[in-house]
């Protein structure tokens, strides 16, 4: 028999078919995770005994009474690289492996981070909109180029080196701060964020979110970077203190900022729309047909080993 499979996450109808060759799956997308979890709730206390994988992803999660309602549960899948509301050390605790999608959408959100910097330095949206009003080139103070410039990466992992190796064909020098110091790269390297914002033009943020990071890019961050510094946000939105930031577009004490990924999502963040130099888009950096395909894949190779008694390709616990 093929295992029990819940899914409360979207899949297309091309990779529902393709998840449902391997696994007897019930589908139960949960569209506001952080508003009404109502109907998974439901389906778990009714049928929470036979489900023997969940796949979700960091946004969407799994709360503690839905892991303690799947009796059966083994493994847990991130359809993405997050995994910050899956309790994994409960999951840990009850002996149930957990595994995300690392490696699978890192070029995706790398290529959206580096579109979204060069559109705020360069101010692409204010351009574009203007030249719709009549605006030319006189009219306005001239945006700086990007070649040779300073780069302060947050989070040199995956996603993090992919940026590195995009900044190189822009001739950037490369500084950035991460758990694990890596010599072998030739980056620059900074032992806290306060010192590479106070290096680097331009701060792109990558890192994991959890307690540790919460709010790690504040004023005083901000500051350090500069009235020229521009800040790129494509890990997650409690990275970013929000008002922080708002104050330091609004006082001029940073250049711009460009965020894939805000507080409150999925709804916008009401203090930063009325910044032209505040470009956001709708945390869609990691999204691409072959990125989401990549992801699937990775969970059906992922949930395959874990029945055939392997190594998992990408284990969290």
């Avoid at 969970?299 to 874990?306: P, S, V, Y």
């Amino acid at each position: 028999m093929k295992p029990k499979l819940l899914v409360l996450v979207y899949l297309s109808e091309e990779h529902r078919a393709l998840v449902a060759e391997q696994f007897d799956m019930v589908y139960a997308p949960i569209e506001k995770p952080r508003v009404d979890r109502s109907a998974a709730a439901a389906l778990i206390a009714a049928h929470g005994s036979h489900f023997r994988v969940v796949l979700t992803n960091g946004a969407t999660g799994l709360t503690p009474d839905e892991f303690a309602g799947l009796t059966a549960l083994e493994l847990v899948c991130s359809l993405g690289v997050g995994y910050e509301h899956i309790p994994v050390d409960v999951a840990t605790a009850r002996g149930i492996r957990v595994c995300n999608a690392a490696g699978t959408n890192d070029a995706a959100v790398a290529d959206h981070a580096m579109a979204i910097l060069l559109a705020a330095i360069r101010r692409i949206p204010f351009l574009n909109s203007g030249v719709r009003n009549g605006l030319w080139r006189d009219d306005i103070p001239r945006p700086p180029h990007v070649s040779g410039r300073k780069l302060g990466i947050f989070g040199l992992g995956a996603i993090g080196r992919q940026m590195a190796r995009r900044a190189h064909g822009f001739d950037m020098d490369i500084g950035y701060c991460s758990r694990t110091r890596r010599d072998e790269t030739g980056y620059r390297w900074f032992d806290d964020i306060h010192a590479l914002a106070t290096w680097c033009d331009y701060l792109v943020i990558c890192a994991p979110a959890g307690p540790d990071t919460h709010h790690i890019v504040n004023r005083a961050v901000l500051d350090a970077l500069g009235p020229d510094g521009v800040l790129v946000n494509v890990a997650r939105g409690s990275l970013v203190d929000t008002a922080a930031l708002a104050d330091a577009l609004r006082e001029k004490r940073i250049c711009a900022a460009a965020l894939d990924v805000y507080e409150g999502e999925p709804l916008p963040p009401a203090a930063l729309l009325a910044f032209d130099n505040a470009i956001l888009t709708p945390h869609i950096a990691g999204i691409s047909p072959q990125a989401i395909h990549a992801s699937v894949v990775r969970f059906i190779d992922n949930a395959t080993r874990h029945f055939a008694g392997q190594p998992l390709l990408t284990p969290v616990n």
